[in-house]
């Protein structure tokens, strides 16, 4: 199997080989898992979607209320911005408490494929290993990895794809509501900001893999 290659193969470890490893085996299995997975990625956009709505229309809703002098909100417009910033807040508390529900559902079902590649992997061995390996460090690691992996699925949609769906659309208001320079500056901070974590990380991930294969 490709995925569970002999120790002396080279394997990749960091962010990047984290999410090639997990979305391969979310996308695998029926129509039904495959459409799961996509609602899975829309349900972070639109709750994104109602996260950054939220202040500007808290914003409108302030200046509404708040001018006294040529308003150009009536009485009715005022009423009708803080039913819209009432109802995307709570569309948003909702959504974000519910889209865990379709995750659960496929973050089993990628960690049982996985399961079945190790399960599959062991017995494909050769007797010779199986004789000279321990059972019980085995089961340590696929219990380890099975944990672990999970950890990483939450990761990759509740933080890397919320992080940057949020980040894109604050680009786009702030191109449309600031000038281009903000927007260029801005820019340039995350570009700095994404070098630096990515490299660091990658770093402190090689230093990980050398004290897990030393254990």
Partial sequence: MKAWNDESNKKEFGIGASVKFALG???????????????NILMVFVVKVAQVLNPILLMAVVNSITCTHDCRYTEEETYALILMYTGIKFAYEVLNTLRDLPYQRMAATAEIN???EVYFHVQSLSLAYHLSR????VVRIVSRGSQS???ILRMIFYNLLSI???ITLTLVISALIFNWTFTALQIFSLL???TVTY?????RAKGFKAKQQAD
């Fill in 134 to 137: 321990e059972t019980g460090k």
């Fill in 199 to 203: 490299t660091v990380t990658e770093s």
């Fill in 192 to 194: 700095v900001y994404f």
């Fill in 149 to 151: 992996f999970i950890a």
């Fill in 114 to 116: 996985i399961a079945d």
């Fill in 25 to 39: 085996r979310m996308w695998r299995g029926s129509c039904c898992n495959k459409l799961l997975f996509v609602f």
């Fill in 164 to 166: 940057f769906a949020e």
